[in-house]
């Protein structure tokens, strides 16, 4: 038996939260994020506006802006972006290879995917230092800065 | 004899105290051009007519192969390290490979290169009870943490039962 509709237009190609909860979620470099845990929807335009992602046990959630996704297939949710966050851990090395540290946290532009500024830890009891986007040539398995750690 | 006490006879060369010390290279940390720490320099190979570094042997610990890199895919070296131009290739071995619907269809078995290069010329992958199957790199959108496969490619897996 066909379900009633009211919605003024075709919805069989919409999919639901159903379809949502649970995907993997994976970032343009073919890394998985973790799962998708939650919708979440605008009330006053009620929108998608983003999902919120499982990262696994002890790890904190995160929440994951619309414009950043770039697809749902029927297995997985894939992403336009490699997501900023996933830096924290990384082994950060000079111009010339030297190891600088760990980044220890990272700073958004506004609560974007936009790096501002990141902190890098040299080890135990040792100060932070704070080093900024402009400074970071590549980031790959891990970071590699455009100057020398004496320029820092 | 210390580096200050010396006799120098050169022509068009630099002074000593501009050049690097072959010996304190040796154990160095090679790093790729994305920052994958690959392992550390065990030999510096010099061709021995031209008297140029051509490449270097990099040891990655126990149990596995140690590679040999030519010097054109070095970007730079230091006291601190040496710094590839690339992601070495064949470390692409064990990593999944995903269909363009986030499927996850294998792992890369072998990485079939161009000659000696760097270059991929096609992947064989391996996967669960399947027959492994090859990935011409024309089929690869990209390779990153997983290698993801181009969305118009259709993998037909086998199962090792079925008669190709």
Known sequence: MSKKSISGRNLEDSITSDDILGKEVIDIEGKFIGVVEKV???PKNIEIIGIEVDKGFLKKGLSIGRSYIDKITDVA???KIRVAYEIKGMTVFDKIGAKVGIVSEVELVEGRNKIKNIHVRKGMGKKEMIISNDLI???G?????????DKI | MGMKNHHRITKSEGELLSTLDLKKLLRLKVISN???VIGKVSQIRIHQAKMHIEGILVSRGFFKKPIYIGSSYISKFSHASFLLNVEPSVLLKGKTVI???GEKIGKVKEIIRKEHSNQIEKLIIRSFLKKDFELKISNIKSIGNSVIINPNHHVEKKYFWKKS
Do not use: P, R, Y
């Open chain 2, 99 to 101: 269909n363009s619907q």
């Open chain 1, 40 to 42: 979440l929807i605008d």
């Open chain 2, 34 to 36: 994305k920052g994958l």
């Open chain 1, 137 to 139: 040539e590549t980031i």
């Open chain 1, 141 to 149: 398995h891990n970071i590699i800065l455009a100057v020398k750690e």
């Open chain 1, 77 to 79: 949710i894939f992403l």
